[in-house]
């Protein structure tokens, strides 16, 4: 290349070589901030089903969460963080990591189990409760951790189902 001034002339045979780099660099990294984007729909917990208490000595619950991904794209569920509240009681935290592929447009169950503690809840009430066959109401709030195309957002969680335990 070169450049010309009235009565000076100077030569740069490597400018252009080196104003590639610096234009290739951009070019790359605005691809990856403008394709680096949030899907336009949230993931939704649609229901929580096959709800199943073991009320043994330690008593588990366990569920499949039914969930479903609107997006055109598939994603990745890294993490569960959710905790779950019997009659407006804390009794139990999930705290699952997982490396769940999620469909795109479509429904998909996690398998969820955990122990719920009766310290919580009042021994006696629950275990009256047990004997009786009563309902009673489980909320679940928290947050899903997702990635999509390697850029992680948390999802939201709030849902409410009223269960029967009976021994």
Do not use: W
């Not at 000595?57 to 905790?83: M, S, V």
């Not at 469909?103 to 009256?128: C, Q, R, W, Y």
């Amino acid at each position: 290349m070169e450049i010309e001034m009235t009565g000076l002339r100077i030569q740069i045979p490597h400018l252009r070589r080196a104003l590639r780099i610096p234009s290739f660099l951009l070019a790359v990294s605005f691809i990856l901030v403008t394709s680096c984007e949030r899907p336009e729909e949230a993931v939704v917990l649609r229901q929580i089903r096959d709800v199943v208490v073991d009320a043994t000595t330690d008593p588990i619950l366990r569920a499949n969460a039914i969930f479903y991904n609107p997006n055109n794209q598939r994603g990745r569920l890294k993490k569960i963080n959710i905790e779950i509240f019997v009659d407006g009681k804390k009794s139990a935290t999930i705290n699952q990591q997982l490396k769940t592929i999620i469909p795109a447009k479509e429904e998909f169950s996690i398998p969820l189990e955990v122990k719920i503690s009766l310290k919580e809840l009042g021994f006696m009430d629950t275990l009256l409760g047990v004997l009786g066959g009563k309902r009673f109401e489980i909320r679940y709030e928290g947050f899903l951790k997702l990635t999509y195309h390697g850029v992680p957002f948390n999802v939201p969680v709030k849902y409410k189902d009223e269960i029967r335990i009976r021994l």
